[in-house]
T-cell receptor, first 116, second 115 residues
């Protein structure tokens, strides 16, 4: 089955700096890679995703890059703000088509702290 | 609010108690899920319920018993739990067809402490 490794487990940055979280996956059939943000006391929420037919996707201050050859993908947050502080999870799934995909395998999570 | 509501938000129970977690979704989805979130571990899918399937993770102990009376409600019945079962239990829902699912929306979770 799929195995997703996420690093670092904790990340502390100053407001305005960039933050990068990296994930690797094992199953070459995986073709859908979402990122979730979980704020304190809340469930995970999808913030951005990427499919294997693109290498990079941006949404304002958030970007995700994908390297299928190396089987890794990364989340980049620029101009970080204190409200970006949360736990971030990467995930991988196969059989993506349209808006659907197969079973998600999650990474272990990264606790991001943005200091004012 | 994501449209997925879980109750209670916090639960403390003894090892001999019986309790139930409740999840309700108002998104018109046809699949619901229970996840376990423990510290420093990946989200662990416990159960899937949809019109097509009921998937039970064989690694989940029988002291956890799911119930899905309809597509909008999901329960997790708990009995004779162990302290290591203390975790955040998350419910999610999505559309599912032929084994493929759309984006899952998560509830806020129930923080369970077993004493």
């Amino acid at each position: 089955g799929e195995n997703v490794e996420q690093h670092p487990s904790t990340l502390s940055v100053q407001e305005g700096d960039s933050a990068v979280i990296k994930c690797t996956y094992s199953d070459s059939a995986s073709n859908y890679f979402p990122w979730y943000k979980q704020e304190l006391g809340k469930g995970p929420q999808l913030i951005i995703d990427i499919r294997s037919n693109v290498g990079e996707k941006k949404d304002q201050r958030i970007a995700v890059t994908l390297n299928k050859t190396a089987k890794h993908f990364s989340l980049h947050i620029t101009e970080t703000q204190p409200e970006d502080s949360a736990v971030y999870f990467c995930a991988a799934a196969a059989n993506a088509g349209g808006t659907s995909y197969g079973k998600l395998t999650f990474g272990q999570g990264t606790i991001l702290t943005v200091h004012p | 609010e994501t449209g997925v509501t879980q109750t209670p938000r916090h639960l403390v129970m003894g090892m001999t108690n019986k309790k139930s977690l409740k999840c309700e979704q108002h998104l018109g989805h046809n699949a619901m899920y229970w996840y376990k979130q423990s510290a420093k571990k990946p989200l662990e899918l416990m159960f899937v319920y949809s019109l097509e399937e009921r998937v039970e993770n064989n690694s989940v102990p029988s002291r956890f018993s799911p119930e899905c009376p309809n597509s909008s409600h999901l329960f997790l019945h708990l009995h004779t739990l162990q302290p290591e079962d203390s975790a955040l239990y998350l419910c999610a829902s999505s559309h599912q067809y032929r084994g493929l699912r759309t984006e899952a929306f998560f509830g806020q979770g129930t923080r369970l402490t077993v004493v």
